[in-house]
C-alpha cells in the first residue's frame, strides 16, 4: 500500500525536535492580558497537558502555537529555529496540527474522502487518484492501529469515531505535533479509554501530543507532564508521575479548595419527593423506565448514578413533566404531580438541567431575561402584577443574583452568551436556588465547569441540603456523588437496581452495579 | 449594542443607495437627480409627508404583524389573506351597520381584527389540532382568502354592487370613513396607537416576555413555567388581528368599498419589512417609514425623470439582501468579538 508519502506535496514534512514557546504574551484589546510571559517547552515524543481554570489562558497559548494567534511579544522556536505562523496553514506545514472542539467535517463524505479533502493525491491528469489516496488512508489507519472503516460516510458515525478521522486528517499530513483541545469532553465514559489507547500509540511513534482537559484524574493518567496556568501565567511545569489531583487544583486555583460536604448525620426531615412504581416509553414504544421507585427526604442528597443513557434522562423528563409516566405515580411535598402541568410542578420543583443552552437558558437573550425565568410567574417580587413586568426590578434581581453567587458579568442586560460557562452556571444555579422549592432536581449540574466553579456549586448544593431541602441528583462523576450524597441509587436499563447508603457502599460496588446491574434490590434505609 | 445595529442599517442602506446609484449609471442617468426627486416627493412638503406616512399604514401593520409572529415563534406568512378578511370584514358590516361615527369606527376597527384573527385562528387550530406547520397551512389560506373575496365581489356575486362595471362592493357606510385632522389621515393615529400598545405589550408585560424568550428557545420557556401552547395561540390571534386592521383600515380611509386587488402587495412588502427588520418591533416602524417614502416617490419620479418606477423595486430588493446580507457578517463578527472575550481570563473572577 502507499506508505511512500511522495504524494504529499514537498512542503509538508518538517519534524522538528521540539518546541519552545518562549516568553509568550498576548494581549486582547482594550488591556486584557490573557498570556503573560509563558515559557513552556514541548519534547518530542511526549504527552504534555495544559490544565488551569476558564480562561487562564490554555486556550490563547494552544492557539498562538497553532497559528490563529499571533503573540504580541515573545518566540516559538522550532528545535534551535525561531519561526513565526501567520496561520494554521503554516503551522501544519511546521509539524504542528490542531482536533477541533467542534468538529469540520463534511457529513457526505467518506472517512477517507475527509481525510485527504485539500491535499488529495492527483494523478498524472490532475483528477483525483482514488486508488492512491484510500490507500494512504488505509495505511495510517493501520500504521496506528485506528478501528476504522475509510470508505464509512462521516455522518454515520459517532463522534467518537469522527474525533478519529479528525486526528487522521493530520497524520495523513504527517503532522508531529498534535494539539487536542477537550478531547474527552464529546465522549461517553467508555470511549475515554480507547482514545487514550490511541494517543499512547502516537506517543510510541514519536508524535508529541499536547492536551487541554478539565478532567485532573485524565491529565495524571496520560500524560508524561503536566503545565498548569492560572490568570495568564504559568504557574509550573511538573512531571506527572511525581503530583497529585489536589496539588494540580491547588496550583490551578491558588489556594486549598476549602470543599468539604461530609457532616455530621443529622435527623432526616419527612419524606418531600416520592416516586412510586414509574413505567416510561419512548415514542418508539421502547421501555425506558421500569418499576422506579424512589424517595428523598428533606435535608437528604440522594445521588443517581449510572452509564449515560441508561433512564437517567428520561427519569428527569418524567419528574419535570417535559414527558408522562405510562403508569406508577409521583408525589413532591404531599402534592400528587403525577398528570400535573409544568407550571405546576414547578411550584415545587427547582431544576437544573443538563443541557445549559438547550433546556436551562436562552443564550440570544440578556442575562436578567434568564435571571427572571419561573420568577416571572412564582416569585412575589414579580407575580404580584397580573401584566406588568418591570424590567427595572429584574435588572435589580439580577444584581442580588450577582452578588450573592459572585457571578463575574458586566451588566443586567449584557447577552447571556457573552458570560463564560460557569458563570452562566452560577445564573442558572442561582435562579433556581432563589425559587426557594422544597425539591431541588439537579442534573449533571458541574459538567463542564472549571474546578474552583465545581467546588463552588457543590458549595451550594451542601448549603441547600443543610437548609431542609430535598435534593435528587443525577451525576456520571462518581466522585461527585460520593463526596456529596447521602444515598446512592444505580439506575441500569430504565430500573433502579441499587439504593443503598453511601456510606455503605464504594466506588468499585457502584461501579460494578452500573455496568451489570445486580440481581436484587437492597431494601431501602428509612 | 443598540448603536451597534443603527449604524449597519444605515450602513446597509446607504450600501444599497449606492448600488442602486451603480444601475442608474449604467442606464446613463443621474442618481443624483433620481434620488432627489425620490425625496422631494415623498418627504419634500407636509402634504407629501403626510401621504407617504398614510401609505406607511398598511406596510408598518403587516409588517408588525410578521416580526410579532417570527420573534415568538409561530411563522405566520398569512398576511395577505388575514388582510383581504379584515378589509372583507369592515365592508361587510360597514354596508349592513350604519352607527354614528364614535360608535362606527371602533366598530369597524374591531372586525378588520376580528376577521384577521378569525383567519390566522383557523390555523393555529389545526395546528393544535392535527399538528399541521402553521408554515403552511397560514401559506394557502391566502389563497382561499383571495379567491373568496374575489369571488364574493365578482359582478353578479352576493356582495358584488348593483349595476358596477368592474368587482367591487357598495361602499360602506358614510359614518364609518376615517377622514383628515389637517393633511394627516386618522388611520395614521390609529396606526401609532396600535404600534405603541403592541410595542409595550411585548417588551413590559409578562405575556410579552413569555413570547420573546419562547421565540428564542421555546424548550426553555416550557420547562421554566410558560404555557407555551397557549401563547402560541394567543400570539397567531394578535398577528392575524394586526394584519387583519391594516386591511381594514385600508378601505375605511381610501376607496371606502371592497375592490379587485385592493391592498395589492402591501401584505407581502410587510412580511419583507418585518425580515429586513430582524423582526424587532421599533425597526419595523422606521423601515415601515422608509419603504413607504420609497413608493409614494417613486410615481412622481417617474414622471420627473422618467425612470421607470420599476427601478424602485429593484432598489427595494437590493436594500433586502444587502441588509440580510451585512446582518448575518454582523452576527459572525459579534460571535467572534464574544469568543475572544470567552477566552479572555475574566477580572473580577473569585
Known amino acids: 500500500m502507499g506508505n511512500n508519502p511522495t504524494h504529499l506535496p514537498s512542503f509538508l514534512p518538517r519534524?522538528?525536535?521540539?518546541?519552545?514557546?518562549?516568553?509568550?504574551?498576548?494581549?486582547?484589546?482594550?488591556?486584557?492580558?490573557?498570556?503573560?510571559?509563558?515559557?513552556?517547552?514541548?519534547?518530542?515524543?511526549?504527552?504534555?497537558?495544559?490544565?488551569?481554570?476558564?480562561?487562564?489562558?490554555?486556550?490563547?497559548?494552544?492557539?498562538?502555537?497553532?497559528?490563529?494567534?499571533?503573540?504580541?511579544?515573545?518566540?516559538?522556536?522550532?528545535?534551535?529555529?525561531?519561526?513565526?505562523?501567520?496561520?494554521?496553514?503554516?503551522?501544519?506545514?511546521?509539524?504542528?496540527?490542531?482536533?477541533?472542539?467542534?468538529?469540520?467535517?463534511?457529513?457526505?463524505?467518506?472517512?477517507?474522502?475527509?481525510?485527504?479533502?485539500?491535499?488529495?493525491?492527483?494523478?498524472?491528469?490532475?483528477?483525483?487518484?482514488?486508488?492512491?489516496?484510500?490507500?494512504?488512508?488505509?495505511?495510517?489507519?493501520?500504521?496506528?492501529?485506528?478501528?476504522?472503516?475509510?470508505?464509512?460516510?462521516?455522518?454515520?458515525?459517532?463522534?467518537?469515531?469522527?474525533?478519529?478521522?479528525?486526528?487522521?486528517?493530520?497524520?495523513?499530513?504527517?503532522?508531529?505535533?498534535?494539539?487536542?483541545?477537550?478531547?474527552?469532553?464529546?465522549?461517553?465514559?467508555?470511549?475515554?479509554?480507547?482514545?487514550?489507547?490511541?494517543?499512547?500509540?502516537?506517543?510510541?511513534?514519536?508524535?508529541?501530543?499536547?492536551?487541554?482537559?478539565?478532567?485532573?484524574?485524565?491529565?495524571?493518567?496520560?500524560?508524561?507532564?503536566?503545565?498548569?496556568?492560572?490568570?495568564?501565567?504559568?504557574?509550573?511545569?511538573?512531571?506527572?508521575?511525581?503530583?497529585?489531583?489536589?496539588?494540580?487544583?491547588?496550583?490551578?486555583?491558588?489556594?486549598?479548595?476549602?470543599?468539604?460536604?461530609?457532616?455530621?448525620?443529622?435527623?432526616?426531615?419527612?419524606?418531600?419527593?416520592?416516586?412510586?412504581?414509574?413505567?416510561?416509553?419512548?415514542?418508539?414504544?421502547?421501555?425506558?423506565?421500569?418499576?422506579?421507585?424512589?424517595?428523598?427526604?428533606?435535608?437528604?442528597?440522594?445521588?443517581?448514578?449510572?452509564?449515560?443513557?441508561?433512564?437517567?434522562?428520561?427519569?428527569?423528563?418524567?419528574?419535570?413533566?417535559?414527558?408522562?409516566?405510562?403508569?406508577?405515580?409521583?408525589?413532591?411535598?404531599?402534592?400528587?404531580?403525577?398528570?400535573?402541568?409544568?407550571?405546576?410542578?414547578?411550584?415545587?420543583?427547582?431544576?437544573?438541567?443538563?443541557?445549559?443552552?438547550?433546556?436551562?437558558?436562552?443564550?440570544?437573550?440578556?442575562?436578567?431575561?434568564?435571571?427572571i425565568m419561573t420568577h416571572h410567574r412564582l416569585n412575589e417580587m414579580f407575580a404580584r402584577r397580573r401584566w406588568r413586568l418591570d424590567m427595572r426590578q429584574a435588572g435589580a434581581f439580577t444584581e442580588q443574583m450577582r452578588k450573592q453567587f459572585t457571578v463575574a458579568m458586566s451588566r443586567p442586560d449584557q447577552p447571556f452568551r457573552a458570560l463564560s460557562g460557569g458563570n452562566q452556571q452560577k445564573v442558572i444555579l442561582g435562579r433556581e436556588l432563589l425559587l426557594e422549592r422544597p425539591f431541588l432536581l439537579l442534573d449533571q449540574p458541574t459538567r463542564g465547569l472549571d474546578v474552583g466553579s465545581t467546588e463552588y456549586v457543590r458549595e451550594q448544593i451542601a448549603q441547600q441540603r443543610d437548609a431542609g431541602r430535598a435534593i435528587l441528583l443525577i451525576s456520571s462523576d462518581l466522585e461527585e456523588l460520593f463526596s456529596l450524597t447521602d444515598r446512592i441509587a444505580v439506575m441500569y436499563r430504565g430500573a433502579i437496581v441499587a439504593d443503598v447508603p453511601t456510606a455503605q457502599t464504594d466506588l468499585e460496588q457502584v461501579g460494578a452495579w452500573m455496568l451489570q446491574g445486580r440481581n436484587q434490590r437492597t431494601a431501602q434505609s428509612a | 449594542m443598540n448603536g451597534q445595529k443603527l449604524l449597519a442599517a444605515l450602513a446597509g442602506i446607504a450600501l444599497a443607495l449606492s448600488i442602486g446609484a451603480l444601475v442608474l449609471l449604467i442606464e446613463g442617468r443621474s442618481p443624483l437627480d433620481v434620488y432627489a426627486a425620490l425625496v422631494a416627493l415623498s418627504i419634500g412638503d407636509v402634504d407629501k409627508a403626510a401621504i407617504t406616512i398614510k401609505n406607511a399604514v398598511p406596510l408598518i401593520l403587516t409588517g408588525l404583524s410578521a416580526s410579532l409572529a417570527f420573534a415568538s415563534g409561530p411563522i405566520n406568512l398569512g398576511q395577505p389573506g388575514q388582510f383581504l378578511m379584515g378589509a372583507l370584514a369592515v365592508t361587510l358590516v360597514g354596508i349592513t351597520v350604519d352607527l354614528p361615527a364614535p360608535l362606527m369606527i371602533p366598530l369597524l376597527m374591531i372586525a378588520a381584527a376580528a376577521g384577521g384573527a378569525l383567519w390566522a385562528g383557523a390555523a393555529a387550530v389545526l395546528r393544535h389540532v392535527f399538528n399541521m406547520s402553521e408554515f403552511i397551512v397560514t401559506l394557502m389560506l391566502n389563497s382561499i382568502a383571495d379567491l373568496f373575496t374575489a369571488w364574493l365581489i365578482t359582478i353578479g356575486g352576493p356582495l358584488a354592487e348593483a349595476g358596477a362595471l368592474s368587482p367591487r362592493s357598495p361602499a360602506i357606510t358614510s359614518s364609518g370613513r376615517l377622514g383628515e385632522i389637517g393633511v394627516f389621515n386618522l388611520s395614521i393615529l390609529v396606526m401609532a396607537l396600535v404600534a405603541v400598545a403592541i410595542w409595550y405589550v411585548f417588551h413590559r408585560t409578562r405575556p410579552g416576555y413569555e413570547w420573546r424568550i419562547a421565540g428564542q428557545n421555546a424548550l426553555f420557556a416550557r420547562l421554566g413555567g410558560c404555557p407555551v401552547d397557549r401563547n402560541f395561540f394567543i400570539v397567531m390571534l394578535l398577528s392575524g388581528a394586526l394584519a387583519g386592521l391594516a386591511g381594514g383600515l385600508l378601505v375605511m380611509s381610501g376607496p371606502y368599498r371592497f375592490i379587485r386587488g385592493i391592498g395589492a402587495n402591501y401584505a407581502w412588502d410587510g412580511v419583507m419589512i418585518a425580515v429586513v427588520a430582524n423582526s424587532a418591533l421599533g425597526a419595523t416602524v422606521l423601515y415601515g417609514l422608509f419603504f413607504a417614502a420609497l413608493q409614494t416617490g417613486a410615481l412622481g419620479m417617474e414622471l420627473l425623470t422618467a425612470v421607470p418606477s420599476e427601478f424602485i423595486q429593484v432598489l427595494q430588493a437590493v436594500i433586502v439582501l444587502v441588509s440580510v446580507a451585512s446582518r448575518g457578517y454582523l452576527s459572525v463578527l459579534l460571535d467572534r468579538l464574544t469568543l475572544r472575550r470567552l477566552s479572555r481570563p475574566s477580572p473580577n473572577r473569585t
Open chain 1, 15 to 371: 519534524v522538528p525536535e521540539f518546541i519552545t514557546l518562549h516568553q509568550i504574551t498576548k494581549t486582547f484589546p482594550p488591556n486584557v492580558v490573557a498570556l503573560d510571559g509563558v515559557s513552556v517547552s514541548f519534547e518530542a515524543g511526549e504527552i504534555h497537558a495544559v490544565v488551569g481554570e476558564n480562561g487562564a489562558g490554555k486556550s490563547t497559548l494552544m492557539k498562538v502555537l497553532y497559528g490563529l494567534y499571533r503573540p504580541d511579544r515573545g518566540q516559538i522556536l522550532l528545535g534551535n529555529q525561531s519561526v513565526r505562523f501567520h496561520s494554521a496553514n503554516d503551522a501544519i506545514a511546521a509539524g504542528v496540527g490542531m482536533v477541533h472542539q467542534e468538529i469540520l467535517l463534511i457529513p457526505e463524505y467518506t472517512v477517507w474522502q475527509n481525510v485527504v479533502l485539500g491535499a488529495e493525491p492527483r494523478t498524472r491528469w490532475g483528477t483525483l487518484d482514488v486508488a492512491r489516496a484510500r490507500g494512504a488512508v488505509q495505511a495510517k489507519i493501520d500504521a496506528f492501529g485506528f478501528n476504522i472503516d475509510p470508505d464509512a460516510p462521516v455522518g454515520e458515525l459517532s463522534v467518537a469515531a469522527r474525533q478519529k478521522v479528525e486526528i487522521l486528517k493530520l497524520l495523513y499530513r504527517d503532522v508531529s505535533v498534535l494539539i487536542l483541545d477537550e478531547p474527552t469532553a464529546v465522549l461517553t465514559p467508555l470511549e475515554v479509554p480507547q482514545l487514550f489507547a490511541e494517543l499512547r500509540r502516537l506517543r510510541a511513534a514519536g508524535k508529541t501530543i499536547l492536551f487541554i482537559s478539565h478532567h485532573l484524574d485524565e491529565v495524571l493518567e496520560l500524560s508524561d507532564r503536566i503545565t498548569v496556568l492560572r490568570r495568564g501565567k504559568k504557574v509550573d511545569t511538573v512531571p506527572a508521575a511525581s503530583t497529585s489531583k489536589s496539588e494540580l487544583a491547588r496550583m490551578m486555583v491558588g489556594r486549598e479548595l476549602m470543599f468539604t460536604a461530609r457532616r455530621a448525620a443529622q435527623p432526616k426531615g419527612e419524606i418531600i419527593l416520592r416516586v412510586e412504581g414509574v413505567y416510561y416509553r419512548d415514542k418508539q414504544g421502547v421501555s425506558r423506565l421500569r418499576d422506579v421507585s424512589l424517595t428523598v427526604r428533606a435535608g437528604e442528597i440522594v445521588g443517581i448514578a449510572g452509564v449515560e443513557g441508561n433512564g437517567q434522562y428520561e427519569l428527569v423528563n418524567v419528574l419535570v413533566g417535559l414527558e408522562h409516566a405510562e403508569a406508577g405515580s409521583i408525589f413532591i411535598n404531599g402534592h400528587d404531580l403525577t398528570h400535573a402541568s409544568i407550571l405546576e410542578r414547578r411550584r415545587h420543583i427547582a431544576f437544573v438541567a443538563q443541557d445549559r443552552s438547550k433546556l436551562a437558558a436562552s443564550v440570544s437573550a440578556s442575562v436578567a431575561e434568564n435571571a
